[in-house]
């Protein structure tokens, strides 16, 4: 019975061209999402891997210096572009794309691709996201509002249901026939996606995120049967397909333009964060109230190590220590520079994100909330993985800084600042590298997101059930 | 009988309870848009006089020093800054435009702020990114201007999409062209009566929020501003009724309108936009900023290799006066010159190619009405790029004029005195000529108009062979 039902609203379907039109667009739009995301999803793995390998030659060229002169020469961090980026961007175009590391500050990332854009990105850049959480709504709504209040108004759905099919069989067959559409649409973009996936991966193993490539699958499917859900009970329930309509395209404008912003402005004000300014200046404070202005002890501070220094060693000149003074008393400033910068930073990041988890509430009025959410986790693209990638390159500052000083330490003695080392120094600094969080990791991040849109899904379907269950036939 | 059907459908507009709720929703968005745009400005304004106020403060404790190591009071030990002329640290700020509550653009992207020193590099000058989360700059602001493009479009949909089709649905049509009224008038009298509704909602709050929020509506180059905000939105709005009115005139049932102009507003503000900012991106990429990173470093490296032993001096020196040599400073400085110099071509570059982006978005904007009336409100809230390159040119040109006044100093190893601290330059941002901002957002107006008046004129052409039944 449910077959002879698909088969049938398929045919009018495809018989309808306004449905082949619509179908057909949306399908392009997202071959064309997929392949642009994925051939600059290519280019840019190609420059930051250059960029990765000059900045490895840059640093073993510096030639003869001393080690602190190095540290502020510094090493690049380069965010990585994650697999499935190419899918999904999320907010890494608002993110800068590399941190500088050098000694005695905690620089902030630079150069936000958003910044070298004109204003039509903020229109919303073309992404298979984009396409998969906007536009395949409304193509459901398409397919969706007209099942039964069209029926309704033609007189079909009375003939219907006279011939004894039970309103479930019904429900499960339209709302199958509208997924198997859909599916038409969908399918070959997940075949571009998969196909896109392995050639981005390069060198890494491909099955290495095809666990995330499934569950990003598995959060859209969710995320398609609650919107497929909710637009069947809409037009099983309301009288006219007009109003189901209407009312269906009230939701998804509510949904996919207000809700986001508004989400956006009342975490913000809820949950202020600090100016740029301010947060310069409560970092400065802190380190001059310690005697440490930029991260580096000022002549008291400097004082107070080296009497320190002289007991420990038992000595009364500097020219006696049996290490260097100077490199103690830097380390000694970048120890605390970093707790300043843990504290204020880490403020900061906590603050981001609880203003996320805040919009994330608004999951309650909409799925899509929920779906972007884990979407952009999925892909690697959220700010989770910034701050994850921005701590564990502030780890390797910190170790490259702990490791020069300790060389002008044990090496420099009373040349102290002259002291030179060379290429010997620089190789032997391991590189920075950086491996992705696990899949668990990003699940455990997104559970109220995973949980919502789960909800959201039982929600749609039993709506529908319901819905057709209580359906008038006039 | 214009009149009278104006009057009459006015009158019908009013009591239709859906669209007064549709019109009080709309109309509480745009009080809360205008609101926060406001606030927006407000907290903007705040943070550039705090900028301007942290950095005097700044000056005048070294003028106090220098004041007090002239008098004998401290020595020169315990200032250790006072009167070097490579300490003083000049603030620039972009303040906010007047009618910048009508939108926040790429403001929120831009750093504002900057700060000229003797050891400024250009390509340096502008990092100070404010601290937002790149999750409220990736779903933008709620502002009048996100209001106006994107949702009130979707009102004049509600108001229009059955104009024709339910008077012939209902049947009242057909006697209503019983009388001797044409089709025509019909049309302009029902679209009047909606336009009135529409531009009363829009510009009336729009108006009331922004003298509200303090913006001081008597001054001139807010008169100036509001005129040229009037006539883009009329024109805008104008455009989508003609659009309405067009699809009205095919003769279709409501619902098929309503699909249709739903479509051609997904169209216009979502996917023109985005498929023209893929091309314009495609035929004009910016470089690599990968790349750029690190030619910059390389640039860095070979001029550092070529002074090492100064470069190492500095770095050992941290600022505690240990350098008594002005002419180690100065010689500092020479290399910064040198490595301004090889990085500003890159960044030129950079901005060449961004250029040609914007040049190309305004010959093919017309394609989008809705990415013309961004680019035109954007340029009068002043949050478009036009205006932040202004401003990174005349901190240059801020930096260049400060740099011929210290750059000699130091040469000579002549320290400032404290009475020099007063004179010292001060920036102060130059607002674009109300001219030349006039004929860009005219040139929006006429990108409207034109396609209006074309589909305008097509939607009236197809009145003639309106289906009265059916």
Avoid at chain 1, 30 to 54: F, M, P, Q, Y
Avoid at chain 1, 353 to 370: G, I, Y
Avoid at chain 2, 86 to 100: D, G, I, N, W
């Amino acid at each position: 019975m449910v077959a002879i039902i698909i088969r049938k609203e398929l045919k009018e379907m495809w018989r309808d061209g306004r449905f082949r039109l619509a179908a057909g667009v949306v399908l392009t739009l997202l071959l064309i999402a997929i392949g642009l995301g994925w051939a600059g999803a290519r280019k840019a793995i190609h420059e930051r891997s250059l960029a990765v390998n000059t900045d490895r030659a840059e640093w073993l060229a510096q030639g003869q210096r001393s080690p602190h002169s190095a540290a502020h020469f510094g090493r690049y961090a380069f965010k990585p572009i994650t697999p499935l980026a190419f899918l999904d961007k999320g907010v890494n175009g608002y993110l800068g794309i590399a941190v500088w590391m050098e000694a005695h500050y905690q620089n902030p990332f630079r150069f936000r691709l958003a910044e070298d854009a004109t204003a039509l990105q903020r229109f919303g850049e073309l992404t298979a996201a984009v396409v998969l959480q906007l536009l395949i709504p409304l193509l459901i709504v398409l397919f969706a509002f007209s099942q039964f209040a069209v029926e309704r108004e033609a007189g079909t759905l009375r003939q219907l249901l006279s011939l004894g099919v039970r309103p479930r069989t019904l429900a499960i067959g339209k709302a199958s026939s509208v997924a198997v559409a859909l599916g038409s649409v969908l399918l070959p973009a997940v075949l571009l996606g998969s196909v896109a996936l392995i050639v981005v991966s390069g060198e890494q193993d491909p099955l290495h995120n095809i666990d995330r490539f499934l569950l990003l699958a598995l959060a859209y499917l969710l995320y398609f049967g609650a919107t497929l859900g909710i637009a069947l009970a809409v037009s099983a329930s309301v009288r006219s397909s007009r109003l189901a309509l209407l009312a269906l395209l009230a939701f998804w404008i509510v949904s996919c333009l207000i809700v986001p912003r508004f989400a956006a402005d009342i975490a913000n004000r809820l949950a202020p964060g600090p100016s740029y300014a301010e947060l310069k200046q409560a970092i400065g404070h802190d380190l001059k109230a310690a005697g440490m202005p930029d991260g580096v002890p000022d002549t008291a501070k400097r004082e107070e190590i080296k009497q320190r220094l002289f007991a420990q060693y038992k000595v009364s000149r500097i020219e006696d220590l049996p290490i260097n003074f100077d490199a103690v008393y830097l380390q000694e400033g970048e120890v605390f520079g970093n707790q300043v910068y843990d504290k204020h930073y880490g403020a900061l990041w906590d603050l981001f994100e609880r203003q996320n988890r805040m919009q994330d509430l608004s999951a309650v009025v909409t799925p899509l909330s929920a779906v972007r959410s884990i979407s952009m986790g999925l892909a690697g693209t959220d700010f989770a993985h910034h701050r994850d990638f921005a701590q564990t390159a502030e780890n390797y500052r910190r170790a490259l800084n702990e490791r020069l000083n300790g060389e002008m330490r044990d090496k420099a003695g009373q040349e102290s600042y002259r002291y030179l080392s060379d290429e010997t120094l620089w190789q032997s600094v391991p590189d920075f590298t950086y491996a992705a969080p696990e899949t668990g990791w990003v699940l455990y991040v997104h559970k109220w997101n995973i949980a919502l849109l789960s909800l959201w899904f039982i929600v749609g379907c039993s709506a529908a059930v319901v819905a057709v269950g209580r359906m008038r036939a006039v | 009988m214009l009149i009278r059907i104006f009057r009459h459908d006015l009158r019908l507009l009013v009591a239709d309870k859906t669209l007064t709720i549709f019109a009080v929703f709309f109309g509480l968005l745009m009080a809360y848009a205008v609101a926060n745009g406001a606030a927006w400005t407000h907290e903007r304004a705040e943070r550039v006089r705090l900028w301007y106020a942290d950095g005097e403060e700044s000056i005048s404790k070294v003028r106090q020093e220098t004041a007090d190591v002239e008098q004998g009071k401290k020595t020169a030990a315990e200032a250790p800054f006072a009167g070097w002329v490579f300490h003083v640290k000049l603030p620039a700020a972009k303040p906010p435009a007047p009618l910048s509550p009508l939108s926040v653009g790429q403001e929120d992207l831009y750093p504002f702020t900057a700060m000229a020193e003797f050891y400024s590099k250009k390509n340096e000058l502008f990092k100070n990114y404010e601290t937002d989360n790149p999750t409220t700059l990736l779903a933008g602001r709620f502002d009048p201007a996100f209001v106006v493009i994107y949702l009130f479009p979707l009102l004049i949909i509600a108001l229009t999409y059955n104009l024709l089709s339910r008077e012939r649905e209902d049947g009242t049509l057909l006697l209503t062209l019983a009388q001797p009224v044409r089709l025509r008038d019909i049309v302009l009298g029902k679209t009047g009566a909606r336009l009135l509704v529409a531009l009363t909602l829009v510009i009336g709050l729009t108006l009331i929020g922004l003298a509200v929020s303090g913006v001081d509506l008597a001054a001139s180059e807010v008169i100036a501003g509001l005129v040229l905000w009037l006539s883009l939105v009329i024109a805008y709005t104008l455009f989508w009724f003609a659009l309405a009115v067009g699809v009205n005139s095919r003769g279709r049932s409501s619902a098929t309108n309503a699909v249709v102009l739903v479509s051609l507003w997904l169209l216009f503000v979502v996917i023109v936009p985005s498929l023209l900012s893929i091309a314009v991106t495609s035929i004009y990429p910016v470089p690599s900023r990968f790349d750029f990173i690190e030619q910059v470093r390389r640039n860095d490296n070979d001029v550092d290799r070529s002074s090492k032993r100064l470069v190492d001096d500095y770095h050992s020196d941290h600022s505690q006066g240990k350098f008594d040599s002005s002419d180690a400073q100065s010689r500092f400085y020479i290399i910064g010159e040198e490595k301004e110099k090889r990085s500003l071509p890159l960044v030129a570059a950079y901005d060449e190619q961004l250029n040609r982006q914007h040049r190309l978005v305004d010959r093919v904007h017309f394609l989008s009405p809705a990415v013309v009336m961004q680019e035109a409100t954007n340029a009068i809230a002043g949050s478009d790029r036009t205006r932040h390159d202004s401003f990174r040119r005349q901190v240059e040109a801020f930096l260049d004029n400060w740099r011929a006044f210290s750059v000699p100093l130091s040469f000579r190893r002549v320290n400032l005195a404290s009475s020099d601290y007063d004179s010292l330059p001060r920036f102060s941002f130059r607002e674009e000529a109300s001219r030349e901002l006039a004929a860009r957002v005219f040139n929006g107006v006429v990108f409207l108009i034109v396609p209006t008046l074309l589909i305008a004129g097509f939607a009236f052409w197809g009145l003639r062979r309106f289906p009265l039944v059916g």
